[in-house]
């Protein structure tokens, strides 16, 4: 059981925008910021968004998050083939002193 | 270029003990948090450890608390993970990952490929 709740899966047709939901308690989200990881099978994570809603460079601007107390959520707008992955919000969890994962979304582009 | 390169997993009885590395290059090792992170067959991410610049801060994940050590060494840019009394649920692929602040936001910002670890008899 993931300290983080993000949904299992999801899907969308190219060019359609999709939303990840990411659950936390006042320990975790509500205290810090929130990172988001993409990973393809037999790969390691690349993180996507850090500081809730901030880019590293090369991240293409389709990619957004965003955070409102316990919650965050990540947007991919004009969604492409190549943006099936699993999906993981990250955070610090001060009563842990450990980092929290969500259990992952699986997101399908039919 | 920022690279971390694991090595050291393999497959190991229960009960057995296995010492992961990972090789740092491309950044200034010594000014940075590192963490430990591992991915069973199959599952999601988790969290196992992380120690400080300086060593003085350290800490484990429950699920592995007493039976594994994370060290670094800075003068040879490397961080460790000595797993004893290893256990099947501790088969996974096993990633250590940079801890970065931008601002005051903390992030693991780079990753390594991993290394696998497979316990079985």
């Keep these: 059981q993931s300290v983080l709740t993000q949904p299992p899966s999801t899907s969308g047709t190219p060019g359609q925008r999709v939303t ?15 990172n988001w990881y993409q990973q393809f ?4 994570p690349k993180l996507l968004i850090y500081s809730n809603n901030q880019r590293p460079s090369g991240v293409p601007d389709r990619f957004s998050g965003s955070k409102s107390g316990t919650s965050a959520s990540l947007a991919i707008s004009g969604l ?3 943006d099936e992955a699993d999906y993981y919000c990250a955070t610090w969890d001060d ?4 980092w929290v994962f969500g259990g992952g979304t699986k997101l399908t582009v039919l | 270029e ?3 390169v694991e090595s050291g997993g393999g497959l190991v009885q229960p009960g057995g003990s296995l010492r992961l590395s990972c090789a740092a290059s491309g950044f200034t090792f010594s000014a940075y948090t590192m963490n430990w992170v591992r991915q069973a067959p199959g599952k999601g991410l988790e969290w196992i450890s992380y120690i400080s610049v300086s060593r003085n801060t350290i800490y484990y994940a429950d699920s592995v608390k007493g039976r594994f050590t994370i060290s670094r ?8 993970l000595q797993m004893n009394n290893l256990r099947d649920e501790d088969t996974a692929r096993y990633f250590c990952a940079r801890l970065k602040w931008f601002g005051d936001s903390p992030s693991l910002d ?8 497979t316990v079985s008899s």
């Design chain 2, 110 to 117: 780079y990753w390594g490929q991993g290394a696998l670890v």
């Design chain 2, 73 to 80: 060494d800075n003068a040879k840019n490397s961080l460790y």
């Design chain 2, 2 to 4: 920022v690279q971390l």
């Design chain 1, 41 to 44: 099978p037999g790969t390691a």
């Design chain 1, 20 to 34: 990840i939901s990411c659950s936390g308690s006042s320990s975790n989200i509500g205290s810090n910021t929130v």
């Design chain 1, 95 to 98: 009563s842990l002193n450990a």
């Design chain 1, 80 to 82: 492409q083939s190549e």
